[in-house]
């Protein structure tokens, strides 16, 4: 005789099965599984509504759809989403602002404020990129001007 599976085990399977939104959600999951989810260690996601103060030591990915109070200083990607607010001190490779960052920024290679972002503190980039309707506020330094300058002085004999 056959197992039967009463309604509690069956609604546990069906709570279990992975839901996808999209054919390419469901590819990435596979693929980020078939990796032995290497993705999903290396990105923080501080979602909606979440809150988060401390220091990040460091992370491929920072997904900010919170708020979050942090010091930051080893990060390749950050990412503000709209609804996303940092406040603090950040060092990456890129940023991609569609919320609000204050504080202290260090992108090494591309800063990119989207409409409706809005990048306030001490800002360093290596290349930036606002679109209309995006906005930066504060000292802001291009990363090799320093070096520019410094190289540009007279060397005392």
């Not at 990435?28 to 220091?55: C, L, W, Y």
């Not at 950040?90 to 972002?117: C, H, M, P």
């Not at 809005?118 to 070096?147: L, P, Q, W």
Request: some cysteine.
């Amino acid at each position: 005789m056959p197992n039967k599976l009463d309604a509690t085990a069956l609604s546990k399977i069906v709570r279990a099965t992975p839901r996808y939104r999209t054919l390419q959600e469901r590819t990435m999951a596979e693929q980020a599984t078939a990796r032995g989810n290497e993705v999903d260690r290396r990105t923080m996601i501080v979602g909606p509504g979440m809150s988060f103060n401390g220091e990040i030591g460091s992370c491929d990915r920072l997904i900010i759809e919170g708020s979050i109070t942090a010091t930051v200083p080893k990060c390749q990607h950050v990412i503000i989403a709209e609804t996303g607010v940092f406040s603090g001190h950040a060092s990456t490779d890129n940023a991609d602002v569609r919320g609000r960052f204050e504080g202290e920024l260090v992108v090494r290679k591309r800063l990119l404020i989207r409409a409706g972002g809005h990048v306030s503190g001490k800002i360093t980039y290596g290349e930036i990129e606002i679109e209309s309707g995006g906005a930066i506020s504060g000292a802001i330094e291009k990363a090799d001007t320093a070096n520019q300058v410094s190289l540009m002085l007279p060397l005392s004999a």
